[in-house]
């Protein structure tokens, strides 16, 4: 079995850091995560500079990345400034969010979910025109922090309108971190019958320690592609000490130990991570790079 | 769907403590548990004295401990003095551990796997005669930090061996942390039909991120019983920063959430988690009390 694990650790990982991280490091975090095996990256993130500043250079970041053959780079993009600066700076897939509730979607994109859903189809038709890949990600499918549970039907139903745009890829994001492995299974198994056409993908943050549970129950269900981040960095500024996106390290150690294949070097990216712990100042939420691997390397 | 948590933080989480736990504060950890809901804790160890003096206490801390009815109590056995002790103390259960592997069995107990069988036989015959439940776990059964990988035959002779005796319960225990959600099943389910008598009670530790993806696959396979610790504690000396047990309150907020009933209350072994760090004085691992239940409670 063969995984595709996406790392999001440049996008999702630094965008909430109090203290701005410089365009080099972010430059040399991509750099090692192509050396160690990684194909896909969501590198930046195309939003208005004055909302997220932590994102401003992200010209600055493709500019300097290694283009390497094989190596697909995503950019987050909510608008059409965001998808011109997008194929501007030679993105190779953008990523738009839905949101699935409309208090969290007015907080992120000023909009509700009805407008962020004519936004993604918008958007869609004109990626389509300009021949760069599309993927389209259900942000709070799991739980929303202001509006409490949601439904596992109206997530298929969102999957089922976005579906329609044609995106090659879903994704399925456990925003805050309450998502249970039945609740994965539940929703991984109708979006694969709401949207036969596209792939799966899962973005699990470790919040309250189910997220690496969560992973294992997407495979099973179906799910190609899984987030991550190296370091498991990608805390919510709204919860002091959450840990964030599941780590990329601890990922693979789980997924290469049960013969599941995914071309990246676990040890090459725990020594990102705790590189990238050095450069952020603190201790990050991976294992990996802690514990060591099992068996031990000779 | 009724699972049954045993609290180890007392004996395992505090084992390996350089500065040791007062004996009132393992009393309150143990008062807070049971006041919890917790209805089965592994509250000491009867080991030697100069070996282990963080469980020196053993007999201090069982005179202090609510003895509230439906509550037991587990002790930790090596040898006849031992039991001798746990039997004095008024203890419920004692669990007696064979190691998977010789070099870690002579480490942790001066003896081979061969002759750690032969005194679980012998301590399980007088536990017998003496009425109290008996209980034996399985040490390093996914893996050993000596001898690297073990092989899932190799652990399921052992549990047809141990099982001869008669146990009550049969745990397996990942020792370091290297288990994965699919060994997990190979092992519980031979292990059942190996031991069709015993209960089946399941040992993570969460080393590596793999402990609470594993719990789940035990649960799955049949396992009744979960070993785990308030706030995560246990760490192993020779790993520092290496997290410990599966922490209780994420357990519970990952069990509970998927509908598997526990009779415990999370929120307050979470707050008993922040307590036990402050005693501990730093950080505990478990992830619950940092970044709150969901949904928030009103």
């Known amino acids: 079995m063969d995984v595709t694990v996406l790392e999001v650790a440049p996008r999702d990982g630094l965008q909430?850091?109090?203290?701005?991280?410089?365009?080099?490091?972010?430059?040399?975090?991509?750099?090692?995560?192509?050396a160690a095996g990684i194909r896909r990256i969501e590198a930046v993130s195309f939003v208005h500079p004055g909302r997220v500043p932590?994102?401003?250079?992200?010209?600055?970041?493709?500019?300097?990345?290694?283009?390497?053959?094989?190596?697909?780079?995503?950019?987050?993009?909510f608008n059409d400034r965001g998808l011109d600066r997008a194929l501007a700076a030679?993105?190779?897939e953008i990523n738009v969010v839905v949101v699935a509730t409309d208090t969290l979607s007015?907080?992120?994109?000023g909009c509700t979910t009805e407008v962020g859903i004519e936004r993604w189809h918008a958007l869609a038709r004109r990626a389509a025109e300009s021949g760069i890949r599309r993927t389209v990600t259900i942000a709070a499918a799991f739980g929303c922090p202001f509006e409490?549970?949601?439904?596992?039907?109206?997530?298929?139903e969102l999957v089922h309108r976005v579906a329609e745009a044609g995106p090659e890829e879903i994704a399925l994001a456990d925003t805050i971190g309450v998502g249970t492995p039945d609740r994965v299974r539940t929703l991984v198994t109708g979006a694969r019958?709401?949207?036969?056409?596209?792939?799966?993908?899962c973005h699990f943050h470790n919040t309250r320690n189910t997220g690496y549970a969560n992973a294992v129950a997407a495979l099973d269900a179906g799910a190609s592609v899984l987030?991550?981040?190296?370091?498991?960095?990608?805390?919510?500024?709204?919860?002091?000490?959450?840990?964030?996106?599941i780590a990329t390290e601890d990922l693979l150690y789980l997924l290469h130990r049960m013969g599941i294949r995914t071309g990246i070097e676990p040890i090459e990216v725990a020594e990102t991570g705790q590189w990238l712990g050095s450069v952020l100042g603190r201790p990050v939420p991976a294992?990996?790079?802690?514990?060591?691997?099992f068996p031990s390397p000779t």
């Open 16 to 34: 909430n850091e109090a203290e701005i991280v410089i365009t080099d490091d972010k430059v040399r975090l991509i750099e090692r995560s192509v």
């Open 54 to 77: 932590q994102m401003a250079d992200a010209e600055a970041v493709m500019a300097d990345v290694p283009r390497v053959s094989g190596v697909s780079y995503a950019g987050l993009v």
């Open 90 to 92: 030679g993105l190779d």
């Open 106 to 109: 007015d907080r992120n994109q």
């Open 148 to 156: 409490g549970e949601v439904a596992p039907a109206t997530v298929l």
């Open 193 to 201: 019958a709401a949207a036969p056409h596209a792939d799966l993908r």
């Open 227 to 245: 987030d991550a981040s190296t370091g498991g960095v990608g805390g919510c500024p709204f919860a002091p000490n959450a840990t964030g996106n």
């Open 287 to 293: 294992l990996l790079g802690r514990a060591g691997p």
